[in-house]
């Protein structure tokens, strides 16, 4: 009984430590009509071209983001679990260093490494600094993609399937595209939403490579509007529990497709 009201206890806490910051923020953003709630300020949001711009620039940067992740993750955590199991803790010592070293930590090497006046000047250009900022969103969301197909790998039996596509004469990019890749989807999918969410919030690597992105858009309009971003804030939130939402609902068809079949 002790136990049961300390969780609730615990759960209250929890409740209004988080869910009371986001409503006095939401209360906020309906002040911009003096005496009334409106949705003015979430009006004035949608109808600037800087947001679309940048929001659709971070989207976009966010799907090249998760397809280079997937290239990368997939390829690398089938070869460790297949052939190279003892270097496991080592690559996921590698998966977690961006979790301790900072952003801006990264922007900076990628500054002094790819500078005008290097042997490889990708700041030089808009692409090539699309590409160095891409680059970092993939090295940022490293180490939630990679646990997640990590995970996906542990619940089949990669050697059996790598085994049974071999006996039918399947290489190795068709082993991985099309055995392993359709069977850790979910997996996949989930550090995907995660990248999408991170890529969509994510300031420094683009504010200091200076990248129309929308995490400087929300900076910049926090600085000179007062309900505008609290508006901006919510409209960021929802997209994140929307990619939290997804994940969850296409785990839950996944495990009911699977129970359906078995």
Partial sequence: MKTRIWSWIALAIGFLYFALPLIGTIEFSLRKRRGEYSLDAYRWVFEDPRFRETFTYSVVMAICTILVGVLIVVPTAYWVRLRF???RPVVEFITLLPLVIPPIVIVFGYIRLYNTASLLPLTGSATGTNFLL???YATLSLPYMYRAVD???RAIDVRTLTEAAQSLGAGW???IGRVILP?????VLSGAFLTFAI????????ALLNRPAFGPYLQLIGANRAYEPAALAVIAFAITWFCMGLIQLVSRFSAQGRAKRS
């Fill in 173 to 175: 990019p068709v082993i």
């Fill in 134 to 136: 891409m680059m970092g």
């Fill in 199 to 206: 890529v969509i919030g994510e300031f420094v690597l683009a």
């Fill in 183 to 187: 069977n850790v989807l979910v997996a």
């Fill in 151 to 153: 995970t996906g790998l």
């Fill in 85 to 87: 199991p003892r270097l």
